[in-house]
């Protein structure tokens, strides 16, 4: 191959080089903790709350606080959710399965003022996973749903309109799989 080959070699991949840093830049956008596994369920999600983003850390708070009294659990099989850290608009968690095999870690990060709070929210398994059966998104909506979606809040009750869902391939978005225990086991 010629060296005018090689620059038209590259000249024609200029567009697919730029179109994959754009995606990069943009799956970029919501904050991730990071997995071990180089291959790992994740999904990254916006949500809406009609609340302030004190009201909504709060709650969150308040679910995490409450499996050890008892006044919540995980309906997503009866996780355990752990706090890593606590920012002023943000909080990393850990969640391991109720059957203490799996582990997944979780950010979020809160912007908004007045009665208005945006969660932006990334769930990783720590583990090599694809097919996730919306563990990832349940760990996320269980922090955060409201009455109104079925789920049982701890000390403020808001509505919530999920905005944007990007789960990985192979990782799932079912409301119906968040819910599966009524509960503590």
């Known amino acids: 191959m010629t060296v005018a080959q090689d620059c038209n070699s590259l000249r024609d991949l200029k567009p697919t080089v730029m179109m994959l840093l754009v995606v990069a830049a943009s799956a970029a956008a919501v904050k991730c903790p990071g997995s071990p596994a180089p291959i790992h369920a994740q999904i990254t999600l916006s949500a809406t709350a009609s609340a302030s983003c004190s009201d909504v850390m709060a709650e969150i708070k308040a679910r995490v606080d409450g499996q050890a009294s008892g006044t919540w659990h995980d309906p997503h099989n009866n996780g355990k959710y752990s706090i890593l850290s606590a920012a002023d608009l943000e909080l990393d968690l850990s969640r391991v399965t109720g059957n203490g095999k799996y582990t997944d870690k979780q950010v979020l990060v ?76």
């Open 110 to 185: 809160f912007s908004g003022t007045g009665s208005t709070c945006t969660i932006e929210g990334c769930s990783q398994s720590q583990v090599t996973s694809v097919a996730d059966m919306s563990t990832n998104y349940c760990d996320l909506r269980m922090l955060y749903c409201g009455s109104a979606d079925g789920c049982k809040p701890v000390s403020h009750d808001f509505a919530v309109a999920e905005d944007s869902l990007k789960p990985s391939i192979g990782a799932g978005t079912d409301k119906s799989a968040c819910l599966k225990t009524d509960v503590v086991v």
